[in-house]
């Protein structure tokens, strides 16, 4: 009986298994490990693609090519502190970037494509370490999203002239006046909400990650001092952005379903 070729997320989960049991090294150990774990040699596309993601490992700050000073340069690969962090961590797979896209259109199927070339963008920008960078895209992704929220709310509510006075209120606002205004109507709003899970989440799913991620990219873009964006902020708020996107997109689609009376 042949074992079924892996995929390549069950390659890399493989590859992380290894690695959190042993953060110093070698890249033929990994190899190795991958082969028991399948029962025969790799094949050349499997092992390009295995080189691919411990490239990407060290260019993330997750590995680094070297056991100490007398073993330094490849194949010695051993975990940074922070990727011993990392690989400890539970949630989306920021250091993985297909991998977190992937959960990121299994979470939100309906995500929009301008929301995900954001925080793709984001991503890639994290894994790159640019941080301001990567803290900036994730908050225009979060304004994306939350703009389409509050378009398909408006357009939910059930009489023309309520609809088009919540409109006028909001309209050509800034993101933080339009999320204010729309939170005043959407508090007023919620009993009516058949959709208890993503209701529950809002305040801890939405409204505060919203803020933060909003206040964060402000001190980036319009700095009066230097903002302190750190790696291990930047990668939490990429971690909880597949939870607070699809709480966000669960809400869009029930407005688009169904009616709000204002």
């Excluded at 990407?56 to 997750?62: A, D, G, T, Y």
């Excluded at 959407?186 to 909003?214: A, C, E, G, M, Y």
């Excluded at 903002?227 to 407005?255: A, D, K, R, W």
């Amino acid at each position: 009986m042949t074992t079924p070729d892996p995929t390549f997320d069950e390659l890399k989960n493989i590859v992380f298994e290894f690695l959190r049991a042993n953060p110093k090294t070698q890249a033929l150990s990994i190899v190795s490990q991958i082969q028991n774990k399948i029962g025969r040699p790799m094949s050349d596309f499997e092992s390009h693609k295995v080189l691919e993601l411990i490239n990407e490992l060290i260019i993330s700050n997750i590995l680094i090519t070297a056991l100490d000073f007398h073993n330094t340069g490849w194949p010695w690969l051993s975990l940074t502190t922070h990727g011993q962090n990392v690989l400890k961590s539970s949630g989306a797979p920021v250091y993985d970037y297909e991998g977190f896209i992937s959960e990121l259109k299994l979470r939100v199927p309906k995500c929009d494509i301008i929301v995900e070339k954001y925080v793709s963008e984001a991503l890639r920008a994290f894994q790159s370490n640019l941080f301001y960078a990567s803290m900036v895209m994730l908050g225009c992704a979060s304004e994306r999203a939350i703009s389409l929220l509050i378009e398909a709310y408006i357009e939910s509510v059930d009489k023309t002239t309520n609809k088009e006075r919540l409109r006028s209120r909001i309209l050509k606002r800034d993101i933080s006046t339009a999320y204010d205004e729309f939170k005043k109507s959407f508090d007023s709003t919620r009993i009516q909400v058949h959709l208890s899970k993503p209701i529950n989440d809002f305040d801890s799913h939405v409204d505060s990650v919203f803020t933060f991620i909003r206040l964060l990219r402000n001190s980036i873009v319009h700095p009066s001092a230097t903002p302190q964006i750190t790696s291990s902020l930047v990668y939490s708020n990429l971690q909880q952005f597949s939870y607070y996107i699809s709480t966000i997109f669960e809400l869009i689609e029930y407005y688009k379903a169904n009616k709000t009376v204002l």
